[in-house]
T-cell receptor, first 110, second 114 residues
Framework: KNEVEQSPQNLTAQEGEFITINCSYS?????LHWLQQHPGGGIVSLFM???GKKKHGRLIATINIQEKHSSLHITASHPRDSAVYIC????????????FGKGTHLIIQP | DAGITQSPRHKVTETGTPVTLRCHQT?????MYWYRQDPGHGLRLIHY???????DKGEVSDGYSVSRSKTEDFLLTLESATSSQTSVYFC?????????????FGPGTRLTVL
């Protein structure tokens, strides 16, 4: 059974700080997803990646397949980045959904 | 935003009563999923569908059944609700079911079983 571990579980930082959230998984995967869950509960897909690095605005996601590890970085953090960030992995090519980490609760203070 | 709605958004019910949650999409995506989210757990897959009338079980399917009679609707039924099924339920859709399956989530349904 694949386990998806995220660290830290909770993170409080000051506005402007560089943020890193880590995700490790235990078996081979075909893709890794980063999701954002807003305080109101809605879940939004941020990135889907299977190798290398992707960037969107102030968000950067990297993955190291050999080390079974991914990181999500936020540059110049802002209070509106406060949310739960969720890592999820896709195992194999079947249609059976994703396996999720428990999430990292990020609070950015002004 | 992907066109996904869930109904009801909130429901309080009593132990032993049947409950049906509806997920409706306007994207014509083939794959649909039901997840539950509980404190201390990540989202967990209950059931999924890979086409009309084609469904399969996920990690936590006991006590739940699903039906998909048309592309746009995926129903989750709790035949006899229990307090352990108090949770937030999310529906998701995906155009593809393979490795390239970016998923889009509905707004969630908060279910309380008393």
């Amino acid at each position: 059974k694949n386990e998806v571990e995220q660290s830290p579980q909770n993170l409080t930082a000051q506005e402007g700080e560089f943020i890193t959230i880590n995700c490790s998984y235990s078996v081979g995967i075909s893709a890794l997803h980063w999701l954002q869950q807003h305080p109101g509960g809605g879940i939004v897909s941020l990135f889907m990646l299977s190798s290398g690095k992707k960037k969107h605005g102030r968000l950067i996601a990297t993955i190291n397949i050999q080390e079974k590890h991914s990181s999500l970085h936020i540059t110049a953090s802002h209070p509106r980045d406060s949310a739960v960030y969720i890592c999820a992995v896709k195992i194999g090519g079947g249609a059976d959904g994703l396996t999720f980490g428990k999430g990292t609760h990020l609070i950015i203070q002004p | 935003d992907a066109g996904i709605t869930q109904s009801p958004r909130h429901k309080v019910t009593e132990t032993g009563t049947p409950v049906t949650l509806r997920c409706h999409q306007t994207e014509n995506h083939r794959y649909m999923y039901w997840y539950r989210q509980d404190p201390g757990h990540g989202l967990r897959l209950i059931h999924y569908s890979y086409g009309v009338k084609d469904t399969d079980k996920g990690e936590v399917s006991d006590g739940y059944s699903v039906s998909r009679s048309k592309t746009e609707d995926f129903l989750l039924t709790l035949e006899s609700a229990t307090s352990s099924q108090t949770s937030v339920y999310f529906c998701a859709i995906s155009e593809r079911g393979d490795y390239n399956n970016e998923q889009f989530f509905g707004p969630g349904t908060r279910l309380t079983v008393l």
